[in-house]
């Protein structure tokens, strides 16, 4: 068992994650006994819970307290010691949560996400997809005759954006770094939808000539990320299309990007 029980929402959202993330199918080409992937698993979630309660407590306070934020960083490295992460070694691990952490919280002083590069703010943001699977590699390292770490950039990229514009309703309610809302509610639809259809568009290229290595599931990822630049695309579209000023009015982070843009 993990070090905290998951709710079970929480729980069906970090299993959603990770299968589309491809875990699953990574666990079977480990070769492990059952057994053995179900405790990793646990531990995976729970960490995945931990940054989530991190995450929360972010999207749910405007003013944030330091000593709440160092209680959920503990929880963080607890899970890294039980998934066997030295502590020496925490600090590099969790480095682009750190990274994206400080996005969140320049919320607050008014630096919002667009004001960094695409890729800048989508390689951050996937932070906690690239720890877990940083963390698969680790233990098991028969993985790494099928792919490299760096062969899931693109990828990584195209699922946060997916992830934004699959949640830019549910995040209405949040104080939430979502670029494609904050996007929408200071620019406007048209301007998101120019902006994030040119940029998959780019990825789109970008994965046709990146130079994945040699491995053999590197094809797959290959033809994953082009899949998943056109269902990002698509959903993108349909819920931009759908979404209206009476969304934008009830955003809870609106009064905030008032008052940092007096």
């Given at each position: 068992?993990?070090?905290?029980?998951?709710?079970?929402?929480?729980?069906?959202?970090?299993?959603?994650?990770?299968?589309?993330?491809?875990?699953?199918?990574?666990?079977?080409?480990?070769?492990e006994?059952n057994?053995?992937?179900?405790?990793?698993h646990?531990?995976?979630?729970?960490?995945?819970?931990?940054?989530?309660?991190?995450?929360?407590y972010?999207?749910?306070?405007?003013?944030?307290?330091?000593?709440?934020?160092?209680?959920?960083?503990?929880?963080?490295?607890?899970?890294?010691?039980?998934?066997?992460?030295?502590?020496?070694?925490?600090?590099?691990y969790?480095a682009?949560i750190?990274?994206?952490?400080?996005?969140?919280?320049?919320?607050?002083q008014g630096i919002?996400?667009q004001?960094?590069?695409?890729?800048?703010?989508?390689?951050?943001?996937s932070c906690?997809?690239?720890?877990?699977?940083?963390?698969?590699?680790?233990n098991?390292?028969?993985?790494?005759?099928l792919?490299?770490?760096s062969?899931?950039?693109?990828?990584?990229?195209?699922?946060?954006?997916?992830?934004?514009?699959?949640?830019?309703?549910?995040?209405?309610?949040t104080?939430?770094?979502?670029?494609?809302l904050?996007?929408?509610?200071?620019?406007?639809?048209?301007?998101?939808?120019?902006?994030?259809?040119?940029?998959?568009?780019?990825?789109?290229?970008?994965?046709?000539?990146?130079?994945?290595?040699?491995k053999?599931?590197?094809?797959k990822?290959k033809?994953?990320t082009?899949?998943?630049?056109?269902?990002?695309?698509?959903?993108?579209?349909?819920?931009?299309n759908?979404?209206?000023?009476?969304?934008?009015?009830?955003?809870?982070?609106?009064?905030?990007?008032?008052?940092?843009?007096?």
């Amino acid at each position: 068992m993990g070090i905290f029980d998951i709710e079970k929402t929480l729980d069906l959202k970090i299993e959603e994650l990770f299968e589309y993330r491809a875990f699953g199918e990574l666990y079977k080409l480990t070769g492990e006994k059952n057994s053995v992937l179900a405790k990793f698993h646990i531990q995976l979630k729970t960490l995945q819970a931990s940054i989530y309660y991190l995450d929360a407590y972010l999207e749910e306070n405007w003013n944030l307290d330091d000593g709440i934020l160092e209680s959920k960083w503990n929880t963080i490295y607890q899970c890294l010691n039980d998934i066997g992460v030295k502590p020496a070694k925490h600090k590099a691990y969790v480095a682009h949560i750190k990274m994206y952490e400080a996005h969140e919280k320049s919320i607050r002083q008014g630096i919002l996400p667009q004001s960094y590069t695409m890729h800048h703010f989508y390689y951050y943001k996937s932070c906690d997809v690239k720890l877990m699977r940083r963390l698969i590699l680790d233990n098991f390292p028969i993985l790494r005759t099928l792919f490299s770490l760096s062969d899931w950039r693109i990828f990584d990229l195209v699922t946060e954006i997916n992830d934004d514009a699959t949640d830019i309703f549910e995040d209405l309610s949040t104080i939430n770094g979502n670029r494609i809302l904050l996007m929408a509610l200071t620019e406007g639809n048209e301007r998101v939808g120019i902006c994030f259809s040119d940029y998959l568009d780019l990825l789109y290229v970008k994965n046709k000539e990146f130079n994945y290595s040699s491995k053999s599931w590197c094809e797959k990822i290959k033809i994953l990320t082009e899949e998943n630049i056109h269902k990002t695309k698509t959903i993108l579209s349909n819920n931009l299309n759908n979404f209206t000023s009476d969304h934008k009015l009830s955003a809870r982070i609106l009064p905030y990007l008032k008052l940092s843009n007096e």
